[in-house]
């Protein structure tokens, strides 16, 4: 799986941005899928995962009520609503996918592919 991610850019505080992470390869719809995130001078901390099926998702909690984790296995992508956004957000946004196991993903070495990042900025 090749993945690709877009979406970032400047917001205001408060503001949304959706980010999504176009998939390449047969088995984008048998894979969970991650969203992590990277700020400077911090190390790479997981956001939120879904399964294959987009049944069970898991938030990290500073994210909750915030973010929505989701997927269109037919035109192979993934995506992550961002609502409510505050200065601590601001980081580079990683996609990333395993082929489907028995528990969702939250450590970074859970997962085998990666996209290229995408840099979401939260002005306050």
């Known amino acids: 799986v090749q993945l690709q991610a877009s979406g970032g850019g400047l917001v205001q505080a408060g503001g949304s941005l959706r980010l999504s992470c176009a998939a390449s390869?047969?088995?984008?719809?048998?894979?969970?899928m991650g969203w992590f995130r990277q700020a400077p001078g911090k190390e790479r901390e997981f956001v939120a995962a879904?399964?294959?099926?987009?049944?069970?998702?898991y938030y990290t909690d500073s994210v909750k009520g915030r973010f929505t984790i989701s997927r269109d296995n037919a035109k192979k992508m993934a995506y992550l609503q961002m609502n409510s956004l505050k200065p601590e957000d601001t980081a580079v946004y990683y996609c990333?996918?395993?082929?489907?196991?028995?528990?969702?993903?939250?450590?970074?070495?859970?997962?085998?592919?990666w996209g290229q990042g995408t840099q979401v900025t939260v002005s306050s």
């Open positions: 879904l399964s294959w099926s987009g049944i069970t998702t």
């Open positions: 390869g047969r088995t984008f719809s048998s894979s969970d």
């Open positions: 990333a996918a395993v082929s489907s196991r028995l528990r969702l993903g939250f450590a970074s070495g859970d997962y085998e592919y």
